[in-house]
C-alpha cells in the first residue's frame, strides 16, 4: 500500500527558531500534499495546499510568510515552521494524493516549543 | 468554518456494545471519509463512502450517507476495547478533506 513518511516523528525547538518538517511518498508520486495540524483533543485543521512546483495555497487564517511550503518533487514537500512560539506547539500532519484522487496520510509530527 | 460536527463528542460503552457517531457537513461533497486516531498516533483510514452511495459495510463497521440532510453515520458493532479512539469524518470538497470535530470513543472492557 502507499506509504507517507514524515521526519522527524518528534522535535522540540527553542522559542525564535525555525524547524523543518519533511513529507515524503515512498511509494508513489504525490502532485499534491496537504497540511495539517492538530492541538491537543481537537480535530485536523488543514493548513495549506501544496503543490508540486508551484506556490503552496493556504487556509484562511494561516499565515503564508510563517509556515513556509515547499514542495519541490513528486515525492518531498517540506513545512518550516518560521521564528516558533510556544503557541506553535502541535502535532503537525501531512498527506499526499496519488494520481487517483486518494489521500494516504503521514504518521505525524509532534513539535513543542519551549 | 468548513468543518462538520460530530455528535456525540465523547461516548462511553461497554464491551460488547454497539458504538453510534454521527457527523453533519455543510457544502456539497464528493465523498465522505471516516478515520480512526489513537491517541497521540496518525490516522488509519477506515471507510469511504461516495455521494451517490447510501450505505456501506466493512467487517463491524457499517456506515451511512444522507446526502439530503448532509449528514452521515458510523456504527461500530460488537465493540472491543481496542475500538478506543477519537473517530473523525472528512468529507472531500473540491479535493480538499474536510475533517469534522471528532467523537472520543471508549469501550470499557
Known amino acids: 500500500g502507499a506509504v507517507v513518511s514524515q521526519h522527524p516523528s518528534r522535535v522540540i525547538c527553542k522559542s525564535g527558531t525555525s524547524v523543518k518538517i519533511e513529507c515524503r511518498s515512498l511509494d508513489f508520486q504525490a502532485t499534491t500534499m496537504f497540511w495539517y495540524r492538530q492541538f491537543p483533543k481537537q480535530s485536523l485543521m488543514l493548513m495549506a495546499t501544496s503543490n508540486e512546483g508551484s506556490k503552496a495555497t493556504y487556509e484562511q487564517g494561516v499565515e503564508k510568510d510563517k509556515f513556509l511550503i515547499n514542495h519541490a518533487s513528486l515525492t518531498l514537500s517540506t513545512l518550516t515552521v518560521t521564528s516558533a512560539h510556544p503557541e506553535d506547539s502541535s502535532f503537525y500532519i501531512c498527506?499526499?494524493?496519488?494520481?487517483?484522487?486518494?489521500?494516504?496520510f503521514g504518521p505525524g509530527t509532534r513539535l513543542t516549543v519551549t | 468554518s468548513q468543518q462538520g460536527e460530530e455528535d456525540p463528542q465523547a461516548l462511553s460503552i461497554q464491551e460488547g456494545e454497539n458504538a453510534t457517531m454521527n457527523c453533519s457537513y455543510k457544502?456539497?461533497?464528493?465523498?465522505l471519509q471516516w478515520y480512526r486516531q489513537n491517541s497521540g498516533r496518525g490516522l488509519v483510514h477506515l471507510i469511504l463512502i461516495r455521494s451517490n452511495e447510501r450505505e456501506k459495510h466493512s467487517g463491524r463497521l457499517r456506515v451511512t450517507l444522507d446526502t439530503s440532510k448532509k449528514s452521515s453515520s458510523l456504527l461500530i458493532t460488537a465493540s472491543r476495547a481496542a475500538d478506543t479512539a477519537s473517530y473523525f469524518c472528512?468529507?472531500?470538497?473540491?479535493?480538499?478533506?474536510?475533517f469534522g470535530q471528532g467523537t472520543e470513543l471508549s469501550v470499557k472492557p
Open positions: 498527506s499526499a494524493r496519488d494520481l487517483g484522487y486518494e489521500q494516504y
Open positions: 472528512a468529507t472531500d470538497q473540491g479535493g480538499k478533506l474536510i
Open positions: 457544502t456539497s461533497i464528493n465523498n
